[in-house]
């Protein structure tokens, strides 16, 4: 700076430069200067990295980057202030990024293609890569599949390389169903029944498990669920991809809600929690379908195998609802809308590891519940699709795609979609690299079992 000086205050402004007010030298200061990042050359700084590489998004999508830079010496440090520009390799408008303070780095998909993404400060630059496609849902012909069911749990477990499934309310017709305990494997494209080797029994047949996977641990944990006749769950239990086996744990403290013991979700009731190494459960519903649950619990583990459910006791949370959580783009928990007391709901709440946090997005899907949602992390977003409603007091279902980034959600229209479908299964799988939508009702119909995946065409 032209002015040396200690204590002074500095704001990133709407177009990209910082401005340096105040603070004190030989005297109180009352100058003020800018730092304008094309000409801006922090003190060693010896390059730049652009995140995510490779990076992808759709038409119509949103990818957000982060410059990170290497000093020497020193530790890397993320850059707030950069001059980001995009290059598109095919010649026509491919994507557009953006310099705005308030949504810095945001890359926009216009067309199909490639574009080099770059951020500098001064003389220093990074870049990346990003590829614009389009979303589609691809029907998956498998020999063999569960059969007709809704409110599954499943979950990608990175053991196995597979999606796991467990139960569900398998349906006949419209008066008689089944409630079930088996497990399938979808791997390969094909669905295979899994007849696994357990410590004591499997888990009693349940509708409306959640399930999700945890790194800290490497295995699948499943929690709730209903029998849908005498009672709902609220046991543990755990998977192991690599020996095929379900194990009950027992925590000294399982999540429960005053007389009434367990609940279920219909869809995804947990999500993984990577800022704070944990699972985070929230809410669902009682057997008697009019009791709704607003607790928070995180699950964590500590080896070689101890586990311990913990009621979390934010001072702001979402109503009480049956909902559904997903990890966002930011490493945050996030839930959309689901069905509470005074029926279908349509806002976001992000978790931070402390408090839930209410978003105000520019747009928003529509009330809904029974939907469901999963991270695509090669789009970098969360992927919303289906869900069923109330549109002029008739009751809809939904085959709408939406996605949700830090703040923002986006409509997406893939080239087709599947039917539409309440309190189906879906999650991303590693290995097919897409999310995956398994069977579900249809609004005026019965139970499918069709399995979907939604891939991302350059």
């Given amino acids: 700076m032209s002015t040396a000086r200690f204590n002074q205050t500095a704001a990133l402004l ?6 340096v007010a105040g603070g004190d030298g030989a005297a109180a200061l009352g100058s003020a200067e800018l730092a304008t990042p094309s000409t801006f050359f922090p003190p060693y700084l010896a390059s730049i990295t652009v995140t995510p590489d490779p990076p992808s998004t759709t038409v119509g999508g949103t990818r957000r980057f982060i410059a990170t830079g290497t000093f020497s010496p020193g ?26 303070a308030s949504n810095h780095g945001a890359a926009f998909g216009l067309s199909t293609g490639t574009s080099t993404i770059q951020a500098c400060t ?21 020999t063999s599949q569960p059969g007709p069911r809704c409110c599954v749990a499943m979950a990608y477990d990175p053991v196995s390389m597979s999606t796991l499934l467990f139960g569900g309310n398998q349906t006949f017709d419209n008066l008689n169903y089944a409630v079930q305990n088996d497990t399938w494997q979808l791997k390969g494209g094909q669905w295979t029944q899994l007849l696994p080797t357990t410590t004591g029994n499997p888990p009693p047949a349940r509708s409306g498990a959640a399930m999700v996977y945890y790194p800290a641990a490497n295995k699948v944990v499943l929690f709730g669920g209903s029998d ?39 869809s995804q009731g947990m999500a993984y929690d990577p800022n704070t190494g944990t699972i985070v459960m929230f809410g ?50 996030m839930l959309f809308g689901g069905t509470g007391s005074t029926g279908n709901l349509g806002d976001t709440w992000v978790w931070n590891g402390a408090n839930w946090y209410q978003q105000s997005p520019a ?7 029974l939907h469901n949602t999963a991270f695509d992390p090669d789009l970098g977003v969360v992927v919303l699709f289906g869900g069923t409603g109330i549109i002029n007091t008739a009751a809809v279902g939904f085959s709408d795609t939406w996605t949700w980034d830090v703040g923002t959600w986006t409509q997406v229209t893939p080239m087709q979609a599947p039917p539409q479908r309440y309190a189906f299964g879906m999650n991303y799988d590693g290995t097919l690299n897409a999310v995956v939508v ?5 609004t005026g119909g019965g139970a499918i079992n069709d399995t979907w995946e939604l891939s991302h065409s350059p």
Avoid: H, K
Wanted: with cysteine.
């Fill in 14 to 19: 709407d177009n990209g430069q910082v401005l």
């Fill in 75 to 100: 530790s890397p440090q993320q850059l707030a202030s950069v001059t980001w520009s995009e290059t598109d390799l095919s010649g026509t408008p491919v994507a557009q990024i953006t310099n705005d």
């Fill in 122 to 142: 001064g003389a220093v630059c990074g870049s990346t890569t990003l590829a614009v496609g389009i979303l589609n849902y691809g029907p998956l012909s498998a």
């Fill in 228 to 266: 849908l006749s005498t009672q709902d769950f609220n046991d543990t239990w755990v998977w192991d991809g690599s020996s095929s086996t379900w194990t009950q744990i027992f925590p000294a403290v399982s999540p429960s809600g005053a007389a009434l013991v367990g609940r279920r979700f219909d």
């Fill in 284 to 333: 669902g519903i009682a057997l008697n379908n009019t009791t709704f649950f607003n607790d928070t619990w995180v699950l964590s583990f500590s080896p070689p195998n101890s586990w311990t459910w913990t009621q979390m006791t934010p001072t702001s949370s979402p109503s009480a609802r049956r909902t559904v959580l997903a990890t966002d783009p930011a490493g945050n928990v």
């Fill in 363 to 369: 747009m928003s899907p529509s009330a809904r519940d």
């Fill in 438 to 442: 398994f069977g579900g009702f249809t």
